[in-house]
């Protein structure tokens, strides 16, 4: 017999009565009935109850062991009796009569409990994670996320990409967000940084003429945690494809995404390969508030201005006069509600930061509240029928810059979804996100800079961007959203040496500056690239959404805190003075500062 088990702990079955076993595991948990005492044994794959009697050796052992020691179990599997079969437990027609017990590691006292799922603080639980691990929800999770990314990678190499590794220790780049550090011990002065992304290599990879390439990439970014960011590092499906247009990408990676929630959605419906809508950025803004729009919430939203223009009601006349916008965000079924719910909301508003939220409230069809009272009964008439509000309905009003009032509205929009429990529950409903401006106005530099990815290809190519006003320029860049959640962004790269010049030269770069600070990739350009394109779907985040957890802490085996701490291993932590002079380091303490009067 083996000397630690036979049979896993989720194995035994009926058919193995009268066989002689051996099972290790940790005490899950104890219940003695006086002459007897049950044990929950636990491993990795489930558990199997353990009995013995008062007269037994293995007795003595199991009463003396704490919960979550480590035992081997020696004895014969008998049937239960009907009224105790465990239909909950995959082992749950048979127990174990232990003959003997080895206990191979002792459990001290528990920092907390594994059995159960109690919520404790989040530092008891990262400090003692591999405890936290062994939580039936939490361990599930991460078998979750294995086979997330084993489906992933199968797909990906059905799809005819090919696995790279690309470097971990490379350049600071001067782009995105702050990078991680690494200092060089012979070269002193000077220091690698972690990948933000792969980003530079993959590209390089295309003009190196390999055509379709993928990786599941760690990735370092030192930037605040999130719910949906991890602190330090992530994990993305990172790919790259050459001589693709976007709708090349799309066809590429929807069947990958759907293909895969639809294997671990556990009974919800998702949104179809092939079907993913396309919603310009400009429509996404107007209609949800948000370029990561949950679709899963009816509510649309819908500009109003011109109704006020001129109106009744002074405060949105005021606004829409000085070049403001007002967008209105329909409530169905609220007019039931009381005040109480619409003065909640406008509350909630100020206490976003806002001014606030004006509304409509309909009772049995008459409109009520201050805006219907000033803007007078046939403009309001005139509004609610434009709107299709209904005699039981309501409507919430975000008016300001239209930024700030599509930003509101946004928010307005999500929070009356989940207040009216309008959100669609059961689904994954997917959406790109395409047409993002090339370049916007920079209010507080004062100039015109890049909107989002700088290396993009813009639409239109060289003669937009000699020929349009740059606000007015498009570029082929697109996100990944599922139920609000932006997986990823991506685009067609800018493969034109000429056009990229040209694009930072709007954005106020001359053409060292993009020499010097993107020397590898510009360079390469100059001997051939192919059209480009790929994206980045992040893992943490899928599996964050499959797994239906609020924050993604839960689905990352040894995850920071907030505070970018690994409490655990006691990460970061002071270096010994031999470390820092290999490195030609030393370490300033940070300047006391003073609050000024």
């Known amino acids: 017999m083996h000397a630690y088990r036979t049979h896993n702990c989720s194995e035994l079955r009926k058919s193995d009565v009268g066989s002689e076993v051996r099972l290790s595991g940790w005490i899950h948990k104890k219940r003695d009935h006086g002459q007897l005492v049950f044990v929950d044994l636990r491993d990795h794959y489930g558990i199997t109850q353990i009995v013995t009697d008062i007269d037994s050796d293995a007795f003595k052992i199991i009463d003396k062991a704490r919960s979550e020691s480590v035992i081997t179990v020696t004895g014969k599997v008998v049937a239960r009796s009907d009224e105790t079969v465990n239909a909950n437990l995959d082992t749950g027609e048979i127990e174990v009569t232990a003959a003997t017990v080895d206990v191979q590691s002792a459990a001290e006292e528990l920092p907390m409990p594994v059995a159960g799922e109690a919520e404790y603080p989040e530092d008891i639980r990262l400090r003692y994670r591999y405890l936290d691990l062994r939580r039936e929800r939490l361990h599930?999770?991460?078998?979750?996320?294995?086979?997330?990314?084993?489906?992933?990678?199968?797909?990906?190499?059905?799809?005819?990409?090919?696995?790279?590794?690309?470097?971990?220790?490379?350049?600071?780049?001067?782009e995105g967000a702050r990078d991680?550090?690494?200092?060089?011990?012979?070269?002193?002065?000077?220091?690698?940084?972690?990948?933000?992304?792969?980003?530079?290599?993959?590209?390089?990879?295309?003009?190196?003429?390999?055509?379709?390439?993928?990786?599941?990439?760690?990735?370092?970014?030192?930037?605040?945690?999130?719910?949906?960011?991890?602190?330090?590092?992530?994990?993305?499906?990172?790919?790259?494809?050459?001589?693709?247009?976007?709708?090349?990408?799309?066809?590429?990676?929807?069947?990958?995404?759907?293909?895969?929630?639809?294997?671990?959605?556990?009974?919800?419906?998702?949104?179809?390969?092939?079907?993913?809508?396309?919603?310009?950025?400009k429509e996404a803004m107007l209609k949800y508030g948000s370029d990561k729009p949950d679709l899963r919430n009816p509510i649309e939203i819908k500009d109003v201005t011109e109704h006020f223009k001129g109106s009744g009601f002074g405060l949105f006349d005021k606004i829409t006069g000085s070049g403001g916008t007002v967008r209105a965000i329909p409530a169905p079924g609220a007019g039931t509600k009381s005040r109480k719910f619409f003065d909640d909301m406008n509350n909630w508003a100020r206490g976003e930061g806002f001014a606030g939220l004006g509304y409509i409230n309909m009772k049995d069809g008459v409109p009520g509240g201050p805006i219907a009272k000033n803007h007078g009964e046939e403009a309001t008439a005139k509004l609610l029928a434009g709107l299709g509000i209904g005699a039981d309905d309501g409507v919430f009003f975000a008016a300001g810059k239209e930024g700030d009032a599509a930003k509101l509205a946004g928010a307005a929009r999500t929070r009356v979804g989940e207040q009216l429990e309008l959100i669609e529950q059961g689904v994954f409903k997917f959406c790109w996100i395409v047409d993002f401006p090339m370049f916007e106005y920079d209010e507080d530099a004062k100039k015109i800079d890049f909107s989002h990815n700088p290396f993009s290809m813009p639409q239109g190519e060289m003669d937009a961007l000699e020929n349009k006003d740059p606000l007015d320029i498009l570029a082929w860049q697109y996100d990944i959203v599922c139920n609000g959640v932006e997986l990823s962004s991506g685009a067609i790269r800018n493969h034109r040496p000429d056009i990229m010049y040209k694009a930072f030269e709007i954005a106020g770069y001359d053409q060292a500056t993009v020499d010097k600070?993107?020397?590898?990739?510009?360079?390469?350009?100059?001997?051939?690239?192919?059209?480009?394109?790929?994206?980045?779907?992040?893992?943490?985040?899928?599996?964050?959404?499959?797994?239906?957890?609020?924050?993604?802490?839960?689905?990352?085996?040894?995850?920071?805190?907030?505070?970018?701490?690994?409490?655990?291993?006691?990460?970061?932590?002071?270096?010994?003075?031999?470390?820092?002079?290999?490195?030609?380091?030393?370490?300033?303490?940070?300047?006391?500062?003073?609050?000024?009067?």
């Open 140 to 174: 599930n999770n991460i078998m979750l996320r294995s086979q997330v990314i084993a489906s992933l990678r199968g797909r990906m190499v059905e799809q005819g990409f090919t696995e790279f590794q690309t470097p971990i220790l490379t350049a600071s780049s001067p």
């Open 180 to 281: 991680y550090l690494v200092p060089s011990r012979v070269h002193p002065g000077k220091f690698y940084a972690l990948p933000q992304a792969p980003q530079m290599f993959k590209q390089l990879m295309m003009v190196a003429g390999f055509d379709r390439y993928f990786q599941i990439a760690p990735c370092f970014r030192d930037e605040d945690a999130r719910a949906d960011r991890s602190p330090g590092e992530f994990y993305q499906l990172d790919l790259e494809m050459s001589f693709v247009t976007q709708e090349d990408v799309f066809q590429a990676l929807e069947p990958v995404l759907a293909g895969v929630f639809e294997e671990f959605a556990n009974g919800k419906t998702v949104t179809k390969s092939g079907e993913f809508p396309r919603i310009p950025y």
């Open 517 to 597: 600070e993107f020397s590898g990739m510009i360079n390469a350009f100059k001997f051939g690239a192919p059209p480009h394109g790929g994206s980045a779907p992040g893992v943490d985040r899928m599996v964050m959404l499959l797994a239906d957890e609020p924050n993604i802490r839960e689905v990352v085996l040894f995850p920071m805190n907030q505070k970018a701490e690994d409490l655990m291993m006691n990460a970061p932590s002071p270096v010994s003075l031999k470390q820092l002079r290999e490195l030609n380091i030393r370490v300033l303490e940070p300047q006391a500062t003073t609050k000024k009067d």
